[in-house]
């Protein structure tokens, strides 16, 4: 495979459960680059996260020929814009279309993910609440798709190709399918949510992004024992 | 100001209070956009029609309208009039993808990290409040050593960029916030840098007529400062 000279030196510092390093790879995998994977432990955090992303310590970090570059989202706006003539172009060309793009992105980090991260780490009742919560912000999702003239008719948020928006909601989908199984809840209620249910399947089979899809065996697992360890701390103040 | 024209119809739904509105006004006022402002009245129980309508999913001001079509969300909106009006200078954003993904980190980071921690102070109380307090200085002393690591006047180089408006539109709460709090948000001592560029900001040509209404702002946050720490009627 040819590669070209923007793809010298491409290292992705990630894991194989976050969803946020899933968003990353999915932009990746969609523009054909390649590049190094390095799985971060995070426990403790390796001297390359430390001196990448010094403000947050978080992953994902591409590092793109010794340059760092961090937050998920601006990571797949930064591999768009890099790798501006190569298909497929994961932000609209309207400057419009392109602020509705980045509305919806924030939303589900803004909105949505402060819910999925309480049903993560919620035990009883207040990972009930966190469902809830969850459950609505999906419904606005799903009116969106049904009558916001962005989407209307469309196969993804992107239009007829996956675009910034189904990257954003689309590297969540195996983390949440697990949280259902470990909750033993419905986040994304088929009956409720036809479109997005079906967004869904259509998103997680699309070529390049069925590849990158974690383990979803794993990441139950993986689920499990992680909020096993959240219900044994002190409760929070 | 009409906001008819050449650059289309360009509305504004916001109050002049608001930090996050005023970061619209300052990229209108900067590429030189005419524009109508609506000024809004924001409690729960009073939101206009037209605020319900154009942002039915948070229904939060600044909304901007061009052409009938809303825009939300202040960040996205500058990016908005950055990128529609995009053969108009100042560019807000830098051209190179590296420098834009720089300067789209550190307007998540003023956004998420920065503007938290003044709520968390104005809010807060005792260990919390001070707390809320320490971490504003340490978040502003990142921000200064992008200043220093740079040598620039601004964070967008030579000019005003997308994080000069982020974080400038900010300046005024933080001011009022330590007024009506007594807690130091921005330590002057430790970010001279930031200092400079805070004055420098402040008083540029068209910004300046954009910053949040300070006398209101004070008004505003002093009532509201009276109320959290009034004890609770009792029954």
Redesign the interface.
Known sequence: METCAEEVQVKLLGGRSSPFVLRVRIALALKGIHYEDIEETMNPKSELLLKSNP?HKKIPVLV?NG?P???SM??V??ID??W?TRAPFLMPKD??D??IA??WA??IDDKLLPCIRAVFTGQGEQCQKAVEETVANFL?LEKALRTNLCFLGKAYFGGDGIGFVDIALGGMLAFVNALEKATDSVLIDAEKMPLLSAWMDRFCEADGVKEVMPDPVKLVEFICATRVKFASLPAAN | MEGCGEDGQVKLLGVTRSPFVARVRMALALKGIHYEFIEEDISIQNKSELLLQSNPVHKKIPVLIHNGKPVCESIIIVQYIEEEWDSKAPFLMPRDPYDRAVARFWAAFIDDNVFPSIVRAFRGQGEEQHKAGEESVENLLLLEEVLRSTGKAYFGGDGIGLVDIALGALLVLIQTVEKVTNIVLMDTQKSPLLSAWADQFCKADKVKNALPDRAELFVYLSARRAELTSPPPRN
């Open positions: 403000v793109h340059k570059i961090c937050e601006i990571i706006q930064y814009e890099t501006d400057p419009y392109r602020a980045r509305f924030a939303f606005i």
